[in-house]
């Protein structure tokens, strides 16, 4: 039997039910009727102004009935379910409170940045699925999107799926698209839309990504670059999480050395987090793409490899571990290296040392041990300092100095560490609407300030188009991102 703690006129007769557990649901009601089972549980009828909370989670409203024995709540009148995700309102309700999960119907819900209206919702707030539905993000009444979708589905509270969706940009439709996925609680780009990209060597172009779950567990992402003046650029991968959660999905040297890490990422808000994610089996088939990271203009790599990457995490400190098995290729123009099979093994780690006001001061470590067939073994490990400043809320410096250490060769350049010893800045200022990120690369050894990138972004509410340049290997890209934070 719960522990029932009640206040008002119900307060009285409630107060003798079983006094036993440390979990308790509370009551608060004007009016009410008690029939007590032949089990010695309850099946209560409340009414005016009710207010029932279980671990934190309230029903509001001015009618329910509550079964104890079944942990269930009903009303086919209005109602308002309140938690930290956010606030539901509905029509009529029926919610298993100690599973936290329910069914709604004529629901309009503020969750985790999104607002939502939907003929049907079931689930929890973190994780649900919701047909007949309109979507929009930070401002309900003046949305700069809003999607109409025949259904929804949130996983994890971090990933949007909608089927059949019908997207609104400013009041003007785009066309139908069979699916759209925004994640949501970080900054994310719209990745079903085509956007422009443009490079000294390519010429004008335009990318396009797709993702696709598959299942609770599985994910596809499948992306692809047409130019005027060069060869597309193709990449399929497929990923299951062996436990419960998302597969993690990114490029692997794009995501080790650049996405994860926050001086190689223009972008500070939100800042990293821990993954919750399991470990995850992946996928990867890749023609003719072009790294970020290339060290080479006209560089292109071909990969077709699997993998199994693990999330890691201590106390201060988490990072990722992977291990990878397949073939690599690259070419510069019409000249191609042999394929050849490798097997790698990488890990990051990210560590806070010291924290204090606005400075905090920490050790990121990257290291790698790579094998290649009828070649031999290149190894480095390469430990840096990071030390990020926030002088006030809208900007934000960091500084970083690593220093690495090399074993053997690769025969591949987008295996080869840039520099060995390498001093960079990262600078992110909001001002309004605008945000302006920069960030530099200096080589200490060869004295070359090797990598200069920028980014400028123009925020409209949760709409922000953008556009990122780098120095070297010349590149632009143009996209939009939508996100469900505000500054």
């Known amino acids: 039997m719960k522990r029932i703690v009640a206040a008002g006129s119900v307060l009285l007769l409630l107060a003798q039910l079983c006094a036993q557990s440390s979990d308790a649901l509370r009551i608060r009601a004007l009016h009410y009727a008690l029939q007590r089972k ?28 509550l079964d104890t024995e079944a942990a ?50 079931e689930g929890d707030l973190n994780d649900f699925t919701a047909r007949e539905v309109v979507v929009s993000t930070c401002d309900p009444l003046r ?16 990933r949007l799926t909608l089927r059949d969706a019908r997207l609104f940009v400013y009041g003007q439709p785009l066309p ?11 900054t994310a780009e719209i990745i079903s839309l085509p956007v422009p990209v443009y490079g ?38 497929a990923g299951i999480a062996l436990s419960e959660g998302e597969p993690i999905l990114g490029e692997p040297e794009t995501r080790l050395r650049f996405e994860q890490s926050a001086l190689y990422n223009l972008r500070v808000s939100p800042e990293r987090t821990p993954s919750p994610r399991g470990w995850t089996l992946r996928a990867e088939y890749a023609s003719d793409i072009r790294p970020l990271l290339t060290p080479r203009e006209r560089l292109r790599v071909s990969r077709r490899e699997v993998g199994l990457f693990a999330p890691l995490q201590y106390p201060n400190g988490f990072g990722e571990a992977s291990l990878r098995y397949g073939t690599l290729s690259e070419r510069i123009d019409n000249l191609r290296t042999p394929t050849r ?15 204090g006001g606005n400075l905090d001061l ?34 934000t410096l960091m500084m970083g100095y690593a220093r690495a250490s090399t074993r053997g060769d690769s025969p591949f350049l987008t295996d080869q560490l840039r520099a060995r010893r390498e001093a960079s800045l990262r600078a992110e200022y909001r001002h309004g609407n605008l945000r302006l990120g920069a960030l530099l690369k200096y080589d200490v050894e060869a004295r070359d300030l090797y990598d200069v990138q920028l980014l400028f ?18 590149i632009a890209l143009v996209g939009v991102n939508l996100t469900t934070l505000n500054f």
């Open 200 to 237: 000294a060597e390519t010429g004008w172009g335009a990318r396009v990504r797709l993702e696709i779950p598959v299942g609770e567990n599985a994910l596809i992402q499948a992306s692809a670059v047409g130019y005027l003046r060069a060869t597309p650029e193709t990449r399929l991968v």
């Open 72 to 121: 269930r709540v009903r009303s086919d009148a209005p109602f308002s379910l309140v938690a930290d995700e956010g606030v539901l309102n509905g029509q009529r309700v029926d919610y298993f409170y100690e599973q936290q999960r329910g069914w709604f119907e004529g629901v309009q819900a503020q969750v985790l940045g999104i607002y939502l209206d939907a003929a049907l919702l």
């Open 341 to 355: 099979e490798r097997v790698a093994v990488e890990g990051e780690w990210l560590q806070t040392l010291w924290q």
């Open 143 to 158: 949305p700069p999107i809003r999607v109409r979708a025949r259904s929804v589905r949130l996983r994890q509270g971090a």
């Open 176 to 186: 139908a698209l069979p699916q759209l996925t925004v994640r949501v609680r970080e």
């Open 38 to 65: 032949p089990n010695g549980e309850w099946l209560l009828e409340l009414a005016g102004d009710v207010s029932i909370e279980y671990q934190g989670r309230r029903l509001l409203g001015e009618q329910f009935l």
């Open 362 to 395: 920490r050790l990121h470590l990257w290291a790698s041990f790579t094998h290649y067939a009828g070649v031999g073994d290149y190894q480095w490990l390469r430990p840096q300092i990071e030390l990020l400043w926030r002088p006030r809320e809208a900007l």
């Open 457 to 474: 972004g123009w925020r409209d509410r949760c709409l922000e188009p953008y556009l990122f340049w780098r120095r070297t290997p010349g």
